[in-house]
């Protein structure tokens, strides 16, 4: 009995000298990364950064922000940043397996996922079924924009990694709801292609990755299968380009990793077509593929000219889309600029946006002409009145309105005997408006359903409708569609400029 208390107690002082060491190691650390950075400056010693993250800029002006800007720029610039950034990056993903920067997640096999994508992958449905029915009415505007004009549109909402490649995702990320907004958004609009069912059956067919493991976006494999899902669904399968075999090759900078470890140069997998020949010049010095217009012209005598509306996604598409016609626009300008259907002469439109960033639509009025119409179409209740918060851009002929919170409006209103139960019952939710119609002294037209956002990026929105109109005429009625009644009510504006 007394040789097993001696045991225990020789094992409590083993554990309690590891834990002393560990205590001076961490002590160790933490002193050295306090003084670190003054070493750097002293001794002048450079330190890289591989990272693509936007740094804060020196503060220009003395004003009452020059300290919290000149604190972000210290933040982002101080000598030593990458190096002590990386190493705590290091301890974490491969210690304790857990990223130590907020917008990178790491996952199974060395496999790294972009923190914003999470929501959607665990199917949160922040968009509501209404905002859904918003972003639906609002590309049915785009889309019968742009077919009145005689041309072909298309949407193509690329997949998040995690959906084509959930498998690598941290247990920690459990589903919350049965589908993701997604799935929901093909449902509520049809027309778009889905290219969930595209991407799965590349996957299928190839033995390698069509997404990055280092990098939120696709390879060159996934690329081309989203090129391909491009020219079938416009009709002209008839036109892709075959570039045989492919090789895997080693050099490509994953944005993830490079934020994860900014002092280390990421050298994640790319694929490589060997028979691939470029066929196509810039119409103008080309920046970097993340320029905002971006212009193509062929030089092998292809026909026909294509506007996309893109995100990064179609970087690795412009090798593929510009060699199959002989004009591709490529425009990442939020909003749309529809008035580049005629100055580039498109024969085809189409939007790229990667699933993340289906709310953009939900938040942006593109700059399309309203479409006047003689009368209604539709039966409607008389309702009161709407209170609206009004902004316009005089420059490119936009009026934006927002309804105000809590102005509620009572489809009843007018009846003086009704009850204050009926009244309640037919309370009008401004959110659940999804359809607007307005009339002014030129006639009808259908306005975006949709308020004017500044912060596209915030995850925040307001409620309201917008268009694009030559005259200043202000809205006489509304015509609104609510997707909970499922009637149309018409409502008088009291608008507040």
Do not use: C
């Not at 709801?177 to 049809?190: K, N, T, V």
């Not at 909003?335 to 939900?362: F, G, S």
């Amino acid at each position: 009995m007394q040789n097993e208390n001696i045991q225990v107690d020789n094992q409590e002082v083993q554990k309690d000298k590891i834990n002393t060491k560990i205590e001076y190691i961490a002590l160790f650390i933490v002193v050295v990364s306090l003084y670190l950075p003054f070493l750097f400056l002293i001794f002048k010693w450079d330190t890289p950064n591989y990272s693509k993250q936007d740094l804060a800029q020196f503060p220009t002006e003395i004003d009452s922000n020059y300290t919290k800007e000149l604190d972000a720029w210290w933040q982002d610039h101080f000598p030593g940043r990458s190096i002590l950034i990386t190493a705590n990056s290091l301890l974490g993903d491969k210690v304790f397996h857990t990223s130590t920067n907020s917008s990178v997640i790491s996952g199974k096999n060395a496999w790294y996922y972009f923190e914003p994508t999470v929501r959607n992958f665990q199917n949160a449905n922040d968009l509501s079924h209404a905002d859904l029915d918003r972003i639906a009415n609002s590309l049915r505007l785009q889309k019968e924009h742009v077919e009145g004009m005689g041309k072909e549109f298309k949407v193509f909402v690329i997949p998040n990694k995690n959906t084509i490649y959930p498998k690598y995702m941290p247990d920690r990320y459990s589903k919350i709801g049965e589908q993701s907004d997604i799935e929901r958004l093909y449902q509520h609009f049809p027309e778009a292609v889905n290219m969930i069912d595209v991407l799965e059956t590349a996957k299928r067919a190839n033995t390698d990755d069509i997404y990055h493991k280092e990098d939120s976006h696709w390879n060159r494999l996934g690329a081309y299968a989203g090129y391909e899902a491009v020219m079938e669904n416009f009709g002209l399968q008839d036109k892709v380009l075959s570039y045989g075999e492919y090789e895997i090759s080693d050099g490509w900078e994953g944005d993830l990793t490079n934020m994860l470890f900014p002092s280390i140069e990421s050298n994640d997998k790319q694929i490589i077509f060997p028979g691939y020949k470029q066929k196509f010049a810039y119409t103008k010095p080309l920046r970097t593929a993340e320029d905002i217009e971006i212009e193509t012209k062929n030089l092998d005598g292809q026909e026909g000219s294509l506007l996309i509306f893109r995100d990064s996604f179609s970087n690795l598409l412009i090798e593929f889309l510009s060699n199959s016609f002989d004009t591709v626009h490529y425009s990442r300008a939020i909003p749309y600029r529809y008035e580049l259907v005629d100055k580039v002469e498109a024969d085809y439109v189409a939007i790229e946006l990667v699933e993340r960033n289906i709310n953009y639509l939900h938040q942006m009025t593109p700059k399309i002409p309203v479409n006047l119409e003689g009368a209604l179409g539709f039966e409607y209740e008389d309702g009161g009145e709407v209170e609206l918060n009004y902004e316009q851009d005089s420059v490119n002929k936009m009026h934006y309105f927002t309804y105000i919170e809590g102005s509620g409006v009572s489809a009843v209103s007018d009846a003086s005997d009704a009850s204050d139960d009926d009244k309640s019952k037919n309370e009008l939710a401004l959110d659940s408006i999804t359809r607007v119609y307005v009339k002014n002294a030129s006639g009808y037209f259908e306005a975006f359903p949709m308020a004017k956002d500044e912060e596209i990026q915030d995850g925040h929105w307001n409620y309201g409708f917008s268009y694009n109109l030559d005259d200043e005429f202000m809205p006489e009625e509304l015509y609104v569609y609510s997707n909970k009644s499922e009637t149309w009510t018409r409502l008088t504006p009291v608008i507040n400029n």
